[in-house]
């Protein structure tokens, strides 16, 4: 028995391993017994056997008795802290060599130690706490290894960051003096300590002159813009940061100064486009609306009128075919040119569409007014217009629409002016047309009408009609004239005076 090791099963979830020395057989039995549902426990009888285990397989915790036939415990402790200072030590003594046992534990060899018979709870206790205490000074010995080494790294790294920093102290104000950015440096009172000559360009002031000189105490944070000098010596505008840093062991403010005259330059050149035509540099339809708008809130609070044209040039599309964009082009410009400087100042043009134009009237006081003005814009293309093509014809249809006699918001005022335009567009006897009540429903009848023409010739509602024509002279008939009509499957016959024209203008006349 003397020679064998005995091993308990893997416990699920060990606390740890325990080693147990000793050479009474009972002995290792009862510790297996009280500790096998929480350690993994290993028993030998021999110090050899012992020491060969360990080498093998390390322990968390050895038990050995103190006083053995062929061993002393406390020697074997001796050489496993020797060898092993990991593996905690605890003493088993029956004996009351206390001497022995307090020289021990002041040595350090042995972790503690449980006298003969213990109490299986406190065995329990003690084990567990040694393994904690064990596994608590290996993380602390990790953290100590890691903090060393951090230590001896951050000493390396501090070492050629001080390098470093050396050279780029020699480099520093070569760097800053060449910067493109503006770089002040101000104390806590306002007054300028240190400047670059970015900075100093951009404030139109030599270093001389800005040292020592008052800037102001300014605000942390956030970005700021001031008007700066530029080179070419016009304004511009530049963007300032400012932050917190130490001057000299003092705190200071870091003031950087980033000219963005060109982009401000291409942002509002970005809004321009974004609200103008590129033609005709007039406002665009977006832009329309908002002065419409802001026509409409001033006029609620007062007696005045607000007039809205919508103007369409007729025979332009012809103008475009035949002569080309280009011609086209002028012709709009053209146009684009004579409104503008017909209407009053206060007034709004605007290009909506390909031909289209609208008219913006404010501070109007009767309906004649507006009346009169527009026949002055009529009457401007009642001459010809000058292009690289030779000189034009382009008379407009107007359209017109009155707050608050036909709406009251903007977008339904524009709607309304733009259907009096395609009304005057039809009816060739007007060329100037305010908005009326019915005037919408005849668009839509309009518009069920063209519906209805479009499926007209796939469902073979078109008939002819065959007239003859007489030689009065002789009363012979001398010919035939086939006219075309259309059977309406719910309106009936409908009137040619009804449809031709919607035919020439939607195209439909070639198929049909």
């Not at 009128?305 to 599309?317: C, H, P, W």
């Not at 567009?425 to 009408?449: G, P, V």
Request: with cysteine; glycine share 4%; aromatic share 6%.
């Amino acid at each position: 028995m003397s020679e064998m090791t005995a091993e308990e099963p893997d416990v699920p979830q060990a606390v740890g391993t325990v080693l147990v020395l000793d050479d009474e057989t009972e002995i290792q039995a009862i510790l297996r017994r009280q500790l096998r549902h929480e350690f993994h426990v290993l028993t030998v009888t021999t110090v050899a056997q012992a020491l060969a285990l360990l080498d093998r397989q390390p322990a968390d915790v050895v038990i050995a008795d103190q006083r053995m036939l062929d061993a002393n415990g406390v020697d074997f402790l001796r050489e496993v802290y020797r060898n092993r200072p990991d593996t905690t030590r605890i003493l088993l003594t029956g004996y009351s060599d206390l001497a022995a046992t307090t020289r021990a534990i002041t040595e350090g060899c042995v972790y503690a130690y449980l006298a003969k018979p213990w109490d299986p709870l406190e065995l329990r206790a003690l084990l567990r706490q040694a393994i904690h205490d064990a596994r608590l000074r290996d993380e602390n010995q990790r953290l100590l290894n890691e903090l060393r080494a951090t230590k001896e790294r951050l000493e390396t790294q501090l070492d050629k960051q001080a390098r470093v920093l050396r050279e780029s102290e020699e480099n520093f104000h070569n760097v800053v003096r060449k910067s493109p950015t503006g770089i002040l440096l101000v104390d806590t009172t306002g007054i300028i300590l240190f400047t670059n000559p970015t900075a100093e360009c951009l404030l139109g002031r030599d270093d001389q002159d800005l040292l020592g000189s008052e800037f102001g105490i300014p605000a942390v944070g956030g970005k700021t813009e001031v008007t700066i000098h530029r080179p070419n010596g016009q304004q511009g505008t530049a963007e300032l940061t400012v932050t917190e840093t130490q001057w000299r062991q003092r705190k200071a403010y870091l003031l950087m100064l980033h000219d963005i005259t060109e982009r401000k330059e291409a942002e509002s050149q970005a809004r321009y486009l974004a609200q103008h035509d590129s033609l005709t540099r007039l406002p665009n339809r977006m832009l329309f609306a908002d002065r419409l708008n802001q026509a409409l809130l001033h006029a609620r609070r007062t007696t005045a009128k607000v007039a809205v044209l919508f103007l369409d040039l007729d025979r332009f599309k012809e103008v475009n075919d035949t002569l080309g964009h280009e011609i086209g082009n002028q012709l709009l410009q053209k146009v684009a040119s004579l409104l503008t400087d017909t209407v009053r100042q206060s007034d709004t043009v605007a290009r909506v569409g390909g031909d289209e134009f609208t008219v913006l009237l404010e501070g109007l006081s009767d309906r004649k007014q507006v009346s009169i003005l527009a026949r002055k814009l009529r009457s401007l293309f009642e001459r010809p217009i000058l292009t690289d093509a030779g000189e034009l014809f382009s008379i407009p249809s107007i359209g017109i629409s009155l707050y608050p006699d036909d709406a009251d918001d903007g977008e339904t005022l524009i709607r309304m002016a733009d259907n009096a335009m395609y009304y005057a567009k039809r009816h060739k006897e007007l060329d100037i047309c305010f908005y009326f009540n019915d005037l919408d429903l005849r668009n839509l009848n309009r518009l069920a009408l063209e519906n209805s023409l479009r499926r007209a010739l796939d469902r073979g509602e078109f008939v002819l009609h065959y007239q003859i024509q007489i030689d009065l002279r002789n009363r012979q008939m001398v010919g035939m004239e086939a006219l075309v009509r259309w059977q309406h499957p719910d309106r009936g016959l409908v009137s040619p005076n009804d449809f031709i024209p919607l035919l020439e203008e939607t195209g439909l006349i070639l198929p049909v």
